[in-house]
């Protein structure tokens, strides 16, 4: 939350926001960390200071959006139900039914949103940004990036997604998003470390050195 990617940064760390939120909430959180990496609040734990940030993001990937939807969406909110299910509903792994009280409580959710990805104008709330063709995930990607977000972690090995499933939209990512994607990371990095750089060195200059061990 907002709270521990402000302490993260005090301390000079990079940050895991294992959320998944919007462009505009990320944009948020990724203000709050370097504004306080820029800060006096920033006294680095370490001997470096790791700024960056990483969010989460659900991950399916084909060149037909129904197929991706098909695919990952199901599973991702699986994934959802079942961390809540850990912690609010008293769930006993290898004992509790998950997968069916899951898709119980879920419905013929499926059915509607299939029908929306075969739409061209298909309402993106009925599946997860993440989750699509190429084309919208390059488009998903970007709008993290403009949001100041430094590493997706793609969330795709989640309820009954099989291995080759898995393997396949990983390919087909390598393939279309990802060089031109490491590309702009690549200059990204380049900026951010020249614009960083006086802060990070005020930053270590406040460091709290352990004074050394006595050889007795």
């Excluded at 990724?30 to 989460?56: E, F």
Aim: proline content about 5%; charged content about 25%.
């Amino acid at each position: 939350n907002r709270d521990t990617i402000r302490v993260a940064a005090s301390h000079g760390l990079g940050a895991l926001a294992f959320s998944f939120v919007d462009p505009e909430e990320a944009r948020t959180w990724t203000t709050i960390y370097y504004d306080t990496i820029r800060s006096a609040q920033c006294v680095p734990l370490g001997h470096a200071v790791n700024a960056n940030i990483a969010m989460v993001s659900p991950f399916s990937m084909h060149r037909d959006r129904a197929e991706a939807v098909r695919r990952g969406q199901e599973n991702f909110e699986f994934f959802t139900y079942s961390i809540s299910a850990l912690v609010t509903q008293d769930a006993h792994p290898g004992r509790s039914t998950l997968w069916k009280d899951f898709q119980h409580k879920r419905g013929d959710r499926s059915s509607q949103q299939l029908q929306a990805a075969s739409n061209e104008t298909a309402d993106l709330f009925l599946h997860s940004p993440g989750i699509g063709t190429p084309e919208d995930f390059r488009a998903h990607v970007r709008e993290f990036e403009e949001a100041g977000v430094d590493q997706l972690v793609l969330l795709q090995q989640a309820g009954r997604n099989p291995h080759h499933e898995i393997c396949e939209a990983l390919e087909l990512l390598g393939e279309t998003v990802l060089p031109e994607a490491r590309a702009r990371a690549i200059a990204r990095e380049a900026r951010k470390a020249a614009e960083l750089a006086p802060y990070i060195e005020a930053a270590m200059a406040r460091k709290q050195y352990m004074k050394p061990l006595a050889d007795d």
